[in-house]
């Protein structure tokens, strides 16, 4: 089995050229598996695997969240298939099994403008209030200000933000090309004066540690900035607001779409400027928009032409 489980993520590695990000989830879920069926099967060769080891597999892990339970039986499926393309098995035993995981729908947390500025207002705030431009506590805050205006200007995803290279950046920062899912490149353009000024001085301030990385967004010792980090910075700015909702990068994802979408902006051009591949994720966005509703009713809603 390890043998198999090699082989498939050779094949998403060096054939369908995976990120590395989806190589590691791929990497943990097949390891869980192999793990479950060595403690409660013994030890089976690959072909042996059948749906019922599957399905004792999948009530094993069907305390986690539905989202998780689905990508890990997704990720056995793709192995599966895989296998069975190769000839490495004779019969793939998701061929013989129907699993329907319901994911609860839950509309996305929305900052609103007000709340946007106010998060804004704070962080130029604590700039402005540190005298000393040459310690590391102002670059520190630069960064912070630049890491919230990047998010709400581009609604680009925490490990996009994170592994955004200097060399796509332009020069004059109007626009940045992002690397997405699957590799996917995109272009989002800056039109705001001042996240490109931030951007700019946030760069000189950090040039040494840039160059040496060749990464944008740089951590206390000079290396790229992590994920958990730039979490850390929101909620750390966010904790002196009054505002109730958890904040995470993702929250401004989801502001800047929906805010875009009550601009009355295209869904496909909003599409685009998120990286997703199908229309159908986006469209989450329509539901969202209170506004968008409120203005829809009060002035589209034919009621309005009958007169009593």
Do not use: W
Not at 123 to 132: C, D, R
């Amino acid at each position: 089995m390890q043998s198999s489980i090699q082989d498939f993520m050779f094949h998403c590695e060096f054939e369908k050229g995976l990120s590395k990000a989806t190589l590691k989830a791929y990497d943990i879920d097949l390891k869980q598996f192999y793990t479950f069926v060595a403690k409660e099967y013994g030890s089976l060769k690959i072909g042996q695997i059948n749906k019922y080891h599957i399905k004792g597999y999948v009530q094993s892990i069907s305390a986690q969240k539905a989202k998780t339970t689905k990508r890990k039986i997704a990720t056995l499926k793709a192995m599966f298939n895989f296998l069975e393309f190769e000839e490495e098995i004779e019969i793939n035993p998701f061929r013989k099994i129907r699993i329907n995981i319901k994911e609860p729908k839950k509309l996305p947390v929305v900052l609103s403008l007000n709340e946007i500025e106010s998060i804004l207002k704070l962080a130029y705030k604590k700039l402005s209030e540190i005298y000393n431009t040459n310690s590391f506590y102002y670059r520190q805050t630069l960064r912070d200000v630049a890491i919230i205006e990047l998010l709400f200007a581009t609604g680009v995803r925490v490990s996009e933000l994170c592994n955004l290279k200097f060399k796509n950046i332009c020069k004059d920062y109007t626009y940045i090309v992002v690397n997405g899912k699957g590799n996917k490149q995109r272009i989002i353009g800056i039109s705001n004066v001042d996240t490109r000024q931030v951007m700019k001085e946030y760069s000189q301030q950090f040039q040494a540690q840039i160059n040496d990385t060749g990464y944008f967004f740089i951590n206390r010792i000079g290396k790229k900035l992590s994920e958990q980090s730039v979490r850390f910075s929101l909620k750390k700015y966010c904790s002196g607001l009054n505002i109730t909702k958890n904040i995470t990068p993702h929250v401004f994802r989801h502001s800047f779409a929906t805010l875009l979408l009550e601009e009355d902006v295209d869904i496909r051009y909003i599409q685009n400027l998120l990286g997703h591949s199908s229309i159908n994720v986006t469209q989450i966005y329509t539901h969202v928009s209170s506004k968008k509703q409120k203005d829809i009713i009060l002035n589209k809603h034919p009621r309005k032409h009958i007169n009593i």
